[in-house]
C-alpha cells in the first residue's frame, strides 16, 4: 500500500487520528506525505461550517426579533431578548474571528429573513408579519437595534 492509499484509508476509518497524523507532517514539513486532496475537503468543509452557523444564527435571530416584536406575550419577551442578546454574541463572535462571512450574511440576507419568516408564521399562525424585513440590514444595526422600542 502507498502512503497515498494509506493516508485515505485513515483518512476513511478514523478521521482525528488523519488530523493529527496530518497535523504532525505539516509542522514536520513531509509536504510529499500529505493526502493533499482529503486536506482540501477538510478545509473547504471548514468554511462550509462558518457559513452555516451565521446563516443559522441569524435566523434564530430574526425569529426571536420577529416574536419580540409581532407576537403579544409579555410572559415570554425576557426569554427571547436573552435568546437575540445570544445570537448577537455569537454572531459577532463569528465575524470578529472572519471578517469575510460579513459579505455572505449580506448576500443571503433575503433568503435567511423569508426562512425565519415561514418558520415564524408557522409557529404563531395568529399574529401579523411584515412581507419585508422593515429595518436596516447593516449587519452592526442588527447587532445593536432594540427594534421593539419603537
Not at 454574541?89 to 426562512?115: D, G, T, V
Request: charged share 35%; net charge negative.
Amino acid at each position: 500500500m502507498t502512503q497515498t492509499q494509506s493516508q485515505k484509508t485513515l483518512y476513511k476509518q478514523d478521521l482525528v487520528a488523519w488530523f493529527d497524523d496530518t497535523v504532525a507532517k505539516l509542522k514536520e514539513r513531509r509536504f510529499d506525505e500529505i493526502d493533499i486532496d482529503s486536506l482540501v475537503e477538510e478545509i473547504e468543509g471548514l468554511a462550509g461550517r462558518d457559513k452555516r452557523e451565521l446563516e443559522s444564527r441569524l435566523e434564530v435571530l430574526l425569529c426571536h426579533v420577529l416574536k419580540r416584536i409581532y407576537v403579544e406575550s409579555p410572559n415570554d419577551y425576557r426569554g427571547w431578548e436573552l435568546t437575540i442578546r445570544e445570537q448577537r454574541r455569537r454572531i459577532q463572535r463569528l465575524l470578529k474571528q472572519s471578517p469575510s462571512l460579513r459579505n455572505h450574511l449580506n448576500q443571503n440576507f433575503s433568503e435567511i429573513w423569508q426562512n425565519a419568516l415561514s418558520d415564524t408564521r408557522e409557529d404563531y399562525p395568529q399574529s401579523q408579519f411584515p412581507d419585508a424585513w422593515m429595518f436596516s440590514t447593516e449587519i452592526d444595526d442588527l447587532l445593536s437595534e432594540k427594534y421593539w422600542r419603537y
